[in-house]
């Protein structure tokens, strides 16, 4: 089993930035490959970015391309989210996921964690 842990959640100002982490406990997180999706209230699942199990493959939703960056310390066993210039729309609960190969299906993932709330003030 692996149980993945989001932080580095919380309150910032529309333009401001707010970086995420995601670790694993159970397996070693280098193992998977793993995306981020955020949740707002009233509304669906969204992907936001994936990241391979070696760093140089990444893909983004066009929502977050070119504000969002997702990057992964594997001896630190952390994928990141580090988001940047924020708005207000970007509020919701953030998830990171994790699934063992890459996939066309963004959303078929094995893992899930709890997610962090990420609320943006204009």
């Known amino acids: 089993q692996v149980q993945l842990v989001e932080s580095g959640g919380g309150l910032v100002q529309a333009g401001g930035s707010l970086r995420l982490s995601c670790t694993a406990s159970g397996r070693t997180l280098s193992s998977f490959v793993v995306g981020w999706f955020r949740q707002a209230p009233g509304k669906e699942r969204e992907f936001l970015a994936r990241i391979g199990r070696y760093a140089g493959n990444t893909y983004y939703s066009d929502s977050v391309k070119g504000r969002f960056t997702i990057s992964r310390d594997n001896a630190k066993n952390t994928v990141y989210l580090q988001m940047n210039s924020m708005k207000p729309e970007d509020t919701a609960v953030y998830h990171c996921?994790?699934?063992?190969?890459?996939?066309?299906?963004?959303?078929?993932?094995?893992?899930w964690g709890q997610g962090t709330q990420v609320t943006v003030s204009s």
């Open positions: 996921a994790a699934r063992q190969s890459w996939t066309t299906d963004l959303y078929d993932n094995d893992y």
